[in-house]
C-alpha cells in the first residue's frame, strides 16, 4: 500500500499526484493508475483534487449530487449519534492518538476531508477475550444538515462482538470507518443505510484483520439519494478471513454504490466476497467494482468474489466490473464473477403452474434473490427487519 509520508498526526505533504491523473495523461505522458492498491492516499484534500468524473474510482459516480461533500462541514452537526451499549466507547481519539490512523489513510477526496474535518473520531473497543453476545447499535441519525465523522472500531485479542452502524434520517454526510480486527478476534460489522429520499451519504470504511482473526462486513443499502460506501479490507496476518457482504435495492432516481477492495496479504487467508442487488425504476442506479489483490507472501490463499444483479424495470442500470490480481502461484483458489439479469422465466412458469399468481410469483423470485445475503445476518430482529424492507420496496415494484 501507497505509505503517508508523515505520521497521522500530520497531514502528507501536497503533491500533484491525483487517485487517477487520467487528465494528466496528455501533458505528462504517463498511464493513468488503475490498480487499486497503487493509487496515491494522503490526509491532505488538496493532493486528491476536485474529481471530474473521468477518474477511474468516480467514472460511475454523480459527482455533482457529491459536491457539498468536497468541502469541511462547517458545524458539522448534520447527525447525532446514540450507541446502545456505552460501555465499549473510550474517549474520542484525536488526529494523531492511536489507533486512530493506525491503519486508515483516506484514498479520496471525501475520505480526506472528513479526516481533516473530524477533530474527534468516535472509539469503540470490545476488550480483550470478551465474548459480547448482544449486538452494539450505532443508530445515526440526519437532522437535514452537514457532518463528517471518523469512526474507529477496534476489537481487541480473541475478542467476539457484532456492532450495527444505522443510518436514517437526511444529512449530507462523510464518513470514515476505521476497522482493527486484533489477533484471534472475531468481528461483524453491519452498516444498514435507511435514509430519507434526499440524503446524500459517502462512506470509506478501511480495516485490517490480524493473525487467525475474523472480519464479516456487511453493507445494506436501501435509501438515500446517493449512497457510496467502499470497503478496503487487508487480510494482514496469517489465517486471516474477511467475508464481505453486500444488500441492495435501488429505486427510481437512486444512486447506490460500493467499490470494494480485499487485500491478501498475509500466508493462507480466507475470502469471501458476495453482493446482490435489484433495481427498479427509471434511472435507478448501482455500481459494484470488486477488486481483489492476492500479494506475493500470501501463499495458500483461498478466495472468491461475486456479484448479482437483478434489475427489474426498464430504465434502470448496474455497472458491475470483477477484477482479481495474482502475485503468487502458490495458492488454494481464486475466482470472480458478476452476472446482470431480469427475471428468470421458467422460475415464473414453475411458480405460475402452481397456481400462484403472476404478481406473487414475481414477489417470490425477488425476494428469493435477495434473501441469502439478508439470512446471513445473524442478528433476528435486524433480519426481520431487513426482510420487511425488501417486501416493502417489492410492494412499490408492483404499485
Known amino acids: 500500500m501507497t505509505a503517508p509520508t508523515q505520521a497521522p498526526a500530520e497531514a502528507a505533504p501536497r503533491t500533484s499526484a491525483h487517485i487517477d491523473p487520467a487528465a494528466q495523461v496528455t501533458k505528462a505522458g504517463f498511464v ?21 468524473g473521468r477518474e477511474v474510482n468516480w467514472m460511475h459516480t454523480p459527482i455533482a449530487q457529491l459536491k457539498p461533500l468536497f468541502e469541511p462541514a462547517a458545524a458539522n452537526d448534520g447527525v447525532s449519534y446514540r450507541i446502545s451499549h456505552e460501555q465499549y466507547v473510550q474517549p474520542a481519539l484525536a488526529r494523531g492518538t492511536a489507533p486512530r490512523g493506525e491503519f486508515f489513510v483516506p484514498e479520496d477526496l471525501i475520505a480526506a476531508v472528513a479526516w481533516q474535518s473530524s477533530a474527534d473520531a468516535l472509539h469503540l473497543t470490545i476488550p480483550t477475550e470478551e465474548v459480547v453476545t448482544d449486538p452494539i447499535f ?3 441519525t440526519g437532522n437535514g444538515g452537514r457532518a463528517d465523522a471518523h469512526i474507529v472500531v477496534e476489537a481487541l485479542p480473541h475478542s467476539s462482538a457484532t456492532i450495527v452502524m444505522r443510518h436514517s434520517g437526511t444529512a449530507q454526510y462523510a464518513q470514515n470507518v476505521e476497522i482493527i480486527v486484533r489477533d484471534g478476534a472475531k468481528l461483524t460489522l453491519i452498516t444498514v443505510q435507511q435514509w430519507a429520499d434526499d440524503a446524500i451519504h459517502a462512506a470509506s470504511h478501511q480495516a485490517r484483520v490480524d493473525r ?28 486471516a478471513t474477511g467475508k464481505l457482504y453486500g444488500l441492495t435495492f435501488a429505486d427510481s432516481g437512486q444512486h447506490l454504490e460500493s467499490q470494494v477492495f480485499l487485500h491478501h496479504k498475509g500466508e493462507h487467508t480466507v475470502g469471501d466476497v458476495l453482493y446482490k442487488g435489484a433495481l427498479h425504476g427509471a434511472s435507478a442506479h448501482s455500481v459494484w467494482v470488486g477488486d481483489v489483490l492476492i500479494g506475493r507472501d500470501a501463499t495458500g490463499t483461498n478466495s472468491y468474489e461475486a456479484n448479482r444483479n437483478l434489475v427489474l424495470t426498464e430504465g434502470a442500470r448496474a455497472d458491475s466490473t470483477p477484477n482479481l490480481e495474482i502475485e503468487t502461484g502458490d495458492i488454494v483458489g481464486a475466482g470472480h464473477a458478476s452476472a446482470t439479469g431480469r427475471f428468470d422465466d421458467e422460475q415464473l412458469f414453475y411458480l405460475q403452474a402452481r397456481g400462484i399468481a403472476e404478481a406473487e410469483a414475481r414477489r417470490l423470485v425477488v425476494l428469493g434473490f435477495l434473501t441469502e445475503i439478508a439470512q446471513r445476518i445473524r442478528i433476528p430482529e435486524l433480519q426481520t427487519e431487513l426482510l420487511d424492507a425488501i417486501d416493502a420496496e417489492l410492494a412499490g415494484v408492483q404499485a
Not at 32 to 51: I, T
Open 212 to 239: 487467525d482473526a475474523e472480519l464479516t462486513h456487511f453493507i445494506v443499502s436501501f435509501g438515500g439519494a446517493v449512497v457510496r460506501v467502499n470497503p478496503h479490507v487487508e487480510l494482514a496476518g496469517t489465517g
Open 32 to 52: 493513468p493508475v488503475q490498480v487499486r492498491n497503487e493509487r496515491p492516499r494522503s490526509y491532505e484534500p488538496a493532493d486528491f483534487g476536485v474529481p471530474t
Open 138 to 140: 450505532v443508530e445515526i
